[in-house]
């Protein structure tokens, strides 16, 4: 591979870095606001905001969500719609795409979400609380490749692209936990409308049809029919997601082809910036050339970038304005104390380390897969810790594991404190592994 090409994988990776530090600062600004909000004089508003129904009626019908259900089973189908479209990418184009590159990523992501889950049922007790098994499964990638980015270059690139692999393999986990074990019932006649649907859908999209009202009717109907059907709606994004095309619906030498004749006729043309509205050829000239590099340009990277800003700073600040917004009505060590809140800070802070570097350990050590380039174990380590920061996703499923208020608070409390440790921990880690790398570079070059 090219020193050029490298330049331009580590440059935009480098963007894809940076965006997640952002993405990481406003997220941390929602939930700070969102926790004084709802500790204030004025938490009774806050509260009551959340509870503001918010719908349609048309006759004797009515359709309407609380302001708080709509941002969690509305405004996240859309987050989970993005997810979705990294992990189809990842999986068809990307470093899920071949056995050797996915193997340690795989391995990782299934250790840290087994033992968090053992270790939670093994301290959370009985009843209800056993619900939260989930919760201390997630990992949450902007905060997790955020904390990475924060030591620049002198983490291996190879590091922070194994993380991300690492998070959506997470993601696909926490998907189907949520839903294979948070359904409550299932309506099969909605859950077939809605596999209509989506067959429908995947057929316009892979027919290259462009035609927005298509998309803006059958988008929203696949959403109220998993709504309908039981299955969480948020579901509902990553199976839309999925009938994305990731790959350019034309050949590049046919595109090459198009755009040297094209050029070869503007040229040959006067082109001015008027000249097109008389001259109907040079106008379907220029439409060719629009059309054969929308062609190259894939649908799901496309609506990657173009989504991504509107999910970080408006859909995630949002859902923590709305989720980690905690009343602390007895005292905060007596909260963490509970069998919940040590469940969930204990599976997400050990059981998150743990259950990575061991399954990675293992399938190295097995000849089952290869550690990334110029990476050593203390430095996978880690990561791991990193991969504590269970945020987003774990109140996500928290919202879906309770009905207590009591237990929910618990929960909350519990993620806020073992994210946080992990990150501080992880990021101590992080600079002991760098500085200890760097002495032996330096100790190797000395003769």
């Known amino acids: ?18 965006a997640e530090i952002l993405d990481s600062v406003t997220l941390i600004v929602a939930t700070i606001t969102a926790l004084i909000w709802a500790n204030s004089p004025w938490s009774a508003t806050y509260f009551s905001l959340l509870n503001t129904h918010v719908g349609l009626s ?23 719609f993005v997810v979705g479209l990294e992990i189809k990418r990842e999986i068809v184009v990307g470093h899920l795409s071949a056995p050797g590159k996915a ?7 299934i250790g840290g979400m087994m033992l968090p889950a053992v270790i939670y049922v093994a301290l959370a007790g009985s009843g209800e609380a056993m619900a939260g098994w989930g919760i201390p499964m997630a990992t949450d990638i902007a905060f997790a490749v955020g904390v990475l980015s924060l030591f620049g270059d002198r983490v291996p690139l190879s590091l922070k692209v194994f993380l991300s692999a690492l998070a959506i393999v997470d993601d696909i986990g926490a998907v189907l936990v949520i839903a294979l074990f948070y359904t409550a019932s299932i309506s099969w006649i909605a859950l077939l409308a809605a596999a209509v649907l989506l067959g429908i859908l995947w057929w316009a999209s892979t027919r290259g049809i462009r035609n927005v009202l298509v998309y803006a009717t059958l ?33 590049p030498e046919k595109f090459s082809s198009v755009l040297r004749a094209r050029f070869n006729d503007l040229e040959r043309s006067v082109l001015t910036r008027e000249s097109m509205l008389h001259d109907h050829q040079q106008l379907d000239t220029i439409v060719e050339l629009d059309l054969v590099t929308r062609a190259l340009r894939p649908m799901g990277i496309t609506l990657e970038h173009f989504l991504h800003p509107f999910q970080s700073y408006f859909v995630l600040p949002a859902f923590a304005l709305c989720n980690a917004g905690v009343h602390f009505d007895s005292p905060l060590r007596s909260t963490l ?3 919940v809140s040590l469940a969930v800070i204990a ?7 743990v259950g990575i570097q061991l399954f990675c350990y293992g399938t190295v050590k097995a000849g089952w ?17 990193v991969a504590g920061i269970g945020f987003t996703m774990s109140l996500f499923i928290s919202e ?7 237990l929910l608070s618990q929960a909350k409390s519990a993620i806020f404190v073992a994210s946080l440790v992990s990150a501080l921990w992880g990021i101590l880690m992080i600079y002991l592994s760098t500085r200890r790398e760097k002495l032996r570079q330096k100790a190797a070059i000395i003769p």
Not at 68 to 74: L, P, T
Not at 400 to 406: E, I
């Open 347 to 353: 599976g997400l802070f050990l059981g998150k380390q």
């Open 400 to 406: 879906l594991a309770f009905s207590s208020d009591m």
């Open 337 to 339: 104390t509970s069998p």
């Open 1 to 18: 591979m090219s020193h050029r090409i490298l330049g331009e994988i580590r440059g935009a990776f480098g963007a894809f870095l940076r």
């Open 103 to 109: 193997a340690l990523p795989i391995a990782a992501a």
């Open 369 to 385: 897969a290869q550690m990334p380039e110029r990476t050593n174990f203390f430095q996978i380590y880690a990561v791991s810790c």
């Open 219 to 251: 988008i929203p109907c696949v959403w109220v029919a998993v709504l309908a059907s039981g299955v969480h709606a948020t579901v509902a994004g990553i199976l839309i997601a999925f009938t994305v095309p990731v790959r350019a619906r034309i050949e």
């Open 58 to 80: 048309w006759g004797t019908h009515t359709f309407s969500l609380s302001l708080k259900h709509w941002i969690n089973d509305g405004l996240m189908a859309l987050f989970f």
